[in-house]
């Protein structure tokens, strides 16, 4: 079975500050790695996808991923966060069988 | 159309009522998933479709719980004898691909929100 972890539940920042949001999953073979946005009152938004190759990916907004295969971990980063990355933001991981299982969220409150 | 569709966006329901929850993918999207998100956590599997195929229904609750992709294109998740517990947002999402592991993007529709009063 697959599972995943979000370390932080809410995380307060201001803006210009850095951000990392963790994640950890398990699963015992190859995955697929997402996060999603999810804007106050608005859809799941994919942010950037690992499937393989450069465990380094770069999603929208400034927002990127690194993939640890040792450490089974997809950490989200951004360099310098701004008032409009206010939202809530989810891991996912993706194994067989074509559904994936998502993290219970990080909520992120960014101030202006 | 231009993304995942679902209707209603809203519904409130008498306890024991049954609904209906209908789910537009993207247009020649071969996968289709249903999540169930409840208040401050995140989505949870509920099923998934292959066309007309529901390959995996390990995640419905219980047997009040039912999906449907005659099809496969629109897909309806129906809810019997509604108990509060049930109150959700309820997603559905759609791929371009196959059930293997595809590398296809998943993309969701704003939910359909359940409450059971």
């Known amino acids: 079975a697959q599972s995943v972890s979000q370390h932080n539940h809410h995380v307060i920042l201001s803006e210009a500050a850095s951000l990392e949001l963790g994640c950890n999953y398990s699963?015992?073979?190859?995955?697929?790695l997402f996060w999603y946005v999810q804007y106050p009152g608005q859809h799941l938004q994919l942010l950037l996808k690992?499937?393989?190759?450069?465990?380094l990916v770069k999603g929208i907004k400034g927002f990127e991923a690194e993939f640890i295969k040792s450490k089974f971990s997809f950490n989200l980063r951004k360099p310098s966060v701004q008032w409009s990355d206010t939202a809530e933001y989810f891991c996912?991981?993706?194994?067989?069988?074509?559904?994936?299982?998502f993290g219970d969220g990080t909520t992120l409150t960014v101030k202006p | 159309g231009a993304g995942v569709s679902q209707s209603p966006r809203y519904k409130v329901a008498k306890r024991g009522q049954d609904v209906a929850l209908r789910c537009d993918p993207i247009?020649?999207?071969?996968?289709l998933f249903w999540y169930q998100q409840a208040l401050g956590q995140g989505p949870e599997f509920l099923t998934y479709?292959?066309?007309?195929?529901?390959?995996?229904k390990s995640g419905l609750p219980s047997d009040r719980f039912f999906a449907e992709r005659p099809e496969g294109s629109v897909s309806t998740l129906k809810i019997q004898r509604t108990q509060q517990e049930d109150s959700a947002v309820y997603l559905c999402?759609?791929?371009?691909?196959?059930?293997?592991?595809?590398?296809?993007?998943?993309?969701f529709g704003e939910g359909s929100w359940l409450t059971v009063v």
């Open positions: 999402a759609s791929s371009l691909g196959g059930n293997r592991i595809s590398g296809n993007t998943i993309y």
């Open positions: 699963y015992g073979g190859t995955v697929n």
């Open positions: 690992y499937f393989s190759g450069d465990p």
């Open positions: 996912a991981v993706r194994g067989g069988a074509g559904k994936s299982t």
């Open positions: 247009s020649g999207h071969v996968s």
């Open positions: 479709f292959q066309n007309e195929a529901q390959l995996d």
